[in-house]
């Protein structure tokens, strides 16, 4: 290759392709053959790796990646490492040289012209791997600046969760990876659509998809195709599919692509003619041939002509096995319009139906139950716990994407410094679990106030009904279940949780003044920087966005408590059933599922699997040879704070947090938040900028580092820890 980093696409050959990419090169050779493409101009990969040099990002993504082992992040950390590293390409500008090249070349190829600026990876459109739309497109760009600024977000796109995830799907070297990009001139397309050359049903047949306007509204699913079923052989139409209604279309607005309404007459005709389909059919039989296998061809017709926009070989699909969990990661990706439609079912169906639910479990008195009878309510049980933790998984989760969603808008528009500050202006919404906890605080300051109530108390000697305490406490009872049974059964475990509040009474809750929030800029103040970034005729859709995002927040700490709600009802049903199966095997009845449960309860002859036999490993002690001195997590709450650590292990540890103390734990849940307030400062194994306790922690301006392997065996309890919320690391005081 020679030194030039531009190179116009008509000028490749299919030896460019490991410096132009796969898009660009199969453009190029279907110019080649006399079809139609969109002229354009290729940023190759040289001038990724100069940009990548010049500016130090290599050694600042390395960082980030190497914080740990990517196979064992979760997709909350998986998110938080893409976040930060889109965020080091938004503050990092082309260096001069390099950007006046590209200004010059962009300048004498497009002048004024709108845009669509692609990516074109070297691995991408390969014959064993397909990236669509795993990196950033972007439509109707106008001006060099603007041209600059995209090809910039689209080398970002090489490390967004979607790409890092496939990348290791496919056992690529994702320190490896590197990116060319496509600027084409924009076509305004009448009609657009993908071609698949074989049926994934029927090899002896092409499937056409089709819709008015720009492709995106077919790609990512806004728009509903019309749906042709061709014969290979003779382009006869065997079947088409029309949509239901024809009411949109995407077209180029200032800015970008949006939808937008259909000429009513123009609907009720479909977007292709007979002539078109036949000239497709041609199209996908002459690529077939000349790139040796099934081809998915996006085209669009522009100015009466037929134009192929990409081309790519139709691949098989996963190889990552039966365990890989990429298409789920990739489905929680969701576009604006699917997040409100998801909002609206969550509060306005699944929540009313699951509070419906628990209360329903909870008016039973299975503690009564008769042994059929009780097996019977645990295996309905199970039945509507699981049910409602599939919805959680399919629907909850994928809500989250809003924080996601208007963090990324807000992180492109205004750069920050910090790429979660944007986090300060989601929270401050009434939480459930903030709401409990002051409940919690209002029993504590009784005690206070009363010292031989509280004496009384730890004996597990409660007031008299009528008194506030018992009222107050029995509120927080019903709203609360796990957290009675977290504390244990019986008088035993209204002393243990009376022990707890006792402690809450007697000593502060530990100031947070020093953990940077005096520093930070009030949400206010950046509600009103995010929203002067808008025009004022687009301000409906920021506040839509930043509304979006809030409820995102919001749900995703509430969410947890409604489903453990249901939880709990199963874990009382379990719990009556193993009090009655203590002793009968010779097993710890903890061992046994729901399952053995109900049928130990109902058939004398059953004997459980003899892995329920093994005695419980008992639990590990933290070692005290600690020999990594730092430890190197996920920034999840910024702040910096140190104390003793409080290792928990167990829900019983719990009870024995004490003001001023280190929480470390495998995860934060809604049902161990009643802690928190005494804590300055929180360290977890599960990781992420979405998981409960990171959110916790920023409503009570504690530091949080999650993400750190083995937290609980790495750090010894009682040992003093200073904890950084900003750089994401746990340092052991030794």
């Known amino acids: 290759m020679n030194d030039s980093f531009l190179m116009a696409l008509s000028d490749l050959q299919d030896h460019h392709r490991p410096w132009a990419g796969g898009k660009a090169a199969a453009l190029a050779r279907i110019a080649g053959l006399g079809m139609n493409i969109s002229p354009g101009l290729v940023i190759t990969t040289d001038g990724y790796d100069r940009y990548m040099k010049n500016s130090g990002l290599r050694e600042k993504i390395f960082f980030e990646l190497g914080r740990k082992d990517f196979k064992d992040m979760r997709w909350e950390e998986i998110w938080d490492v893409a976040l930060r590293i889109r965020s080091h390409f938004l503050k990092t500008p082309l260096p001069a040289p390099l950007q006046q090249e590209i200004r010059l070349a962009v300048d004498k190829m497009f002048g004024s012209a709108p845009v669509v600026v692609r990516s074109t990876a070297p691995d991408e459109d390969a014959a064993a791997s397909s990236f669509a739309g795993l990196h950033e497109s972007y439509v109707n760009v106008v001006g060099t600046e603007e041209i600059i600024d995209r090809i910039r977000m689209v080398w970002a796109s090489l490390w967004s969760d979607r790409a890092l995830l496939y990348r290791r799907e496919l056992n690529l070297d994702v320190t490896a990876s590197a990116m060319a990009v496509l600027v084409q001139r924009l076509l305004f397309s009448r009609s657009s659509g993908v071609l698949f050359t074989r049926s994934p049903n029927d090899e002896g047949q092409m499937v056409i998809e089709a819709v008015y306007g720009q492709n995106q509204g077919l790609v990512d699913g806004t728009v509903e195709p019309d749906r042709w079923f061709i014969n290979k052989l003779s382009s006869e139409i065997l079947s088409h599919h029309p949509p239901a209604a024809r009411p949109h279309m995407i077209m180029p607005v200032p800015g970008g692509a949006a939808l937008g309404p259909i000429d009513p007459a123009l609907a009720v005709i479909p977007p292709l003619a007979s002539s078109d389909i036949k000239q497709l059919w041609e199209l996908g039989l002459r690529l077939e041939k000349d790139f040796g296998g099934p081809q998915d061809i996006e085209w669009t017709i522009a100015d009466d002509a037929l134009h192929v926009m990409q081309a790519r070989p139709i691949t098989t699909g996963s190889t990552g096995g039966a365990d890989d969990q990429r298409s789920w990661y990739i489905s929680l990706h969701r576009s604006f319009d699917n997040l409100k439609a998801l909002r609206q079912r969550i509060e306005q169906v699944h929540i009313p139906a699951m509070k419906e639910a628990a209360s329903m479990l909870a008016a039973s008195d299975v503690e009564q139950f008769h042994d059929q009878d009780l097996a019977d309510a645990l295996s309905e049980r199970q039945v509507v716990f699981d049910k409602w933790n599939k919805i959680y998984r399919d629907e909850f989760i994928p809500f989250a994407h809003g924080m996601r969603l208007f963090g990324q808008v807000y992180n492109d528009l205004l750069t920050p410094e910090n790429p979660y500050e944007f986090m300060d202006l989601l929270k401050g919404a009434?939480?459930?679990?903030?709401?409990?906890?002051?409940?919690?605080?209002?029993?504590?300051?009784?005690?206070?106030?009363?010292?031989?109530?509280?004496?009384?108390?730890?004996?597990?000697?409660?007031?008299?009904?009528?008194?506030?305490?018992?009222?107050?406490?029995?509120?927080?009872?019903?709203?609360?279940?796990?957290?009675?049974?977290?504390?244990?059964?019986?008088?035993?475990g209204k002393r243990e949780l009376?022990?707890?509040?006792?402690?809450?009474?007697?000593?502060?809750?530990?100031?947070?003044?020093?953990?940077?929030?005096?520093?930070?800029?009030?949400?206010?103040?950046?509600?009103?920087?995010?929203?002067?970034?808008?025009?004022?005729?687009?301000?409906?859709?920021?506040?839509?966005?930043?509304?979006?995002?809030?409820?995102?927040?919001?749900?995703?700490?509430?969410?947890?408590?409604?489903?453990?709600?249901?939880?709990?009802?199963?874990?009382?049903?379990?719990?009556?059933?193993?009090?009655?199966?203590?002793?009968?095997?010779?097993?710890?009845?903890?061992?046994?599922?729901?399952?053995?449960?109900?049928?130990?309860?109902?058939?004398?002859?059953?004997?459980?699997?003899?892995?329920?036999?093994?005695?419980?490993?008992?639990?590990?002690?933290?070692?005290?040879?600690?020999?990594?001195?730092?430890?190197?997590?996920?920034?999840?709450?910024?702040?910096?704070a140190t104390g003793p650590a409080r290792v928990i292990k167990n829900s019983e540890g719990l009870f024995g947090v004490q003001a001023g103390d280190v929480l470390v734990c495998d995860a934060v849940d809604p049902n161990i938040t009643f802690v928190i307030p005494m804590t300055v400062g929180i360290v977890e194994r599960r990781g992420g900028m979405l998981i409960h306790g990171a959110i916790i922690a920023r409503e009570y301006g504690i530091p949080c580092v999650t993400g750190i392997p083995d937290a609980i065996d790495r750090i010894p309890s009682g040992a003093v820890v200073t904890v950084d919320g900003y750089l994401g690391l746990v340092t052991v005081n030794t």
């Open 430 to 492: 009434d939480l459930e679990s903030l709401r409990r906890n002051r409940m919690l605080a209002q029993l504590a300051d009784i005690l206070r106030n009363d010292p031989a109530l509280a004496a009384a108390l730890e004996t597990g000697k409660m007031p008299p009904a009528d008194s506030k305490f018992a009222k107050d406490f029995n509120g927080l009872a019903q709203s609360y279940e796990i957290l009675f049974s977290l504390a244990g059964d019986g008088q035993a």
């Open 498 to 640: 009376f022990r707890f509040l006792g402690n809450m009474s007697r000593q502060a809750a530990p100031s947070k003044t020093a953990n940077g929030l005096a520093n930070r800029k009030s949400p206010k103040d950046l509600e009103a920087a995010y929203m002067e970034k808008f025009p004022v005729d687009r301000r409906t859709l920021a506040a839509e966005l930043l509304d979006i995002g809030r409820a995102s927040y919001r749900l995703r700490d509430d969410d947890n408590i409604h489903l453990g709600r249901i939880e709990a009802q199963l874990m009382r049903a379990g719990k009556a059933a193993r009090q009655r199966m203590a002793g009968k095997f010779g097993i710890d009845p903890a061992a046994l599922e729901t399952r053995a449960l109900a049928l130990a309860l109902t058939n004398p002859d059953y004997v459980p699997p003899e892995n329920t036999h093994a005695p419980a490993e008992p639990l590990r002690e933290a070692s005290r040879d600690v020999r990594t001195r730092q430890l190197s997590g996920q920034p999840a709450s910024p702040g910096i």
